[in-house]
């Protein structure tokens, strides 16, 4: 019975490893700053972050 449990939590540590993994990307992905490539593309550098308002402060 012990060799269950065992088994139960190497398959939940793996499940758990693989939606951190998942849930990781996703929010480097999503906090990536696109700022300099809607700037470049976008507006042809028409404007400046400072401009834009997009200086932290």
């Known amino acids: ?3 269950v449990w065992a088994e139960l939590l190497l ?3 793996g499940l758990a490893g ?3 993994g998942f849930c ?3 929010y480097r992905f999503i ?3 696109t ?3 809607d700037l470049e593309f976008v ?4 404007y400046t972050r400072k401009d834009l308002e ?4």
Do not use: P, Y
């Open 43 to 46: 507006w042809n550098r028409q």
């Open 54 to 57: 997009l200086e932290q402060k």
């Open 11 to 13: 398959w939940m540590i």
């Open 1 to 3: 019975m012990a060799h």
């Open 35 to 37: 700022t300099e490539f």
């Open 31 to 33: 906090s990536d700053d």
């Open 18 to 20: 693989i939606v951190g």
């Open 24 to 26: 990781a990307c996703l």
